[in-house]
């Protein structure tokens, strides 16, 4: 669905796979389903691909397929999925981290500061703490936390600080509420770009996104066949961060874990050492993909 989410990276993401026509593949983030249709169309009859989303909301633009199994849940559990379904290991995996349109489009999911909506930016409505809960729960220090590492935001401190301060008076439900809040502190001439930070970084906090990205990485090691190919965009420093350092070491730390040999082993091979970037003609149709990333590796 075009409508929903234009796809990044589309045609260089799913050519990294190198598709068998045999093979089974992992759409571990499914989306608006550009990724998984383009992959379908190169399977032949007996390929098989499983694809992941969170968002009850994605799953209704999968296509009717006999070969593909969808699973409403967090990539994280790739590798459980993989071995549910019967298969030992598969051929290739790929996850586009962003955010889709629709998810930023839909004012009501609170995802945006364009819209006056709920504070919620929860991708399983169903699970976990919104955003307005956050807001208005967590202390001073917990912000400031979120606000610096999360979001790599400028006087994370006073931001934390005046959503305190306003949330003693009234609650803060709204994304107006939010704005409201910490009005004082936005830089005049890019308040936009300083609220992205904000709303960034309390989106990864709501969905766990960097313990479920780390948890898909380890799944992904364990999941992939020897030479299976595995595509990765990401969207900002933290995540291609992560991306890197599991693709050179296998590892969280981005350090090859040696035994007492001092031997060292890394279970990827990396296909690009810099990340694949969208073109201008790309990013000019399609403004979300300017800062997308692609990252390619094999496994040993």
Known sequence: MSTYHTPVLLEKSVSALAIKADGVYVDATFGGGGHSREILGRLGKNGVLIAFDKDADALKNAPDDKRLILVHNDFRFVHNYVRYYGYDSVDGILADLGVSSHQFDTCERGFSFRFDAPLDM?????????????????????LEKIFRIYGEVENSRKVAGLICASRSISPIKTTDDLGRAIESVLPKFSEHK????????????VNGEMESLEGFMKGAIKSLKTGGMVSVITYHSLEDRIVKNFFKSGTLSGEIERNL?????????????????????EIASNTRARSAKLRVAQRR
């Open 122 to 142: 929860r991708m399983n409505i169903l699970a976990g703490k919104s955003a307005e809960e956050i807001i208005n729960s967590y202390s001073i220090e917990d």
């Open 194 to 205: 300083y609220l992205a930070k904000i709303y960034q970084a309390l989106r990864i906090e």
């Open 261 to 281: 040999m001092g031997q060292g082993y890394s279970p990827y091979m990396m296909v690009n050492k810099k990340p694949i970037v969208p073109d201008e003609e």
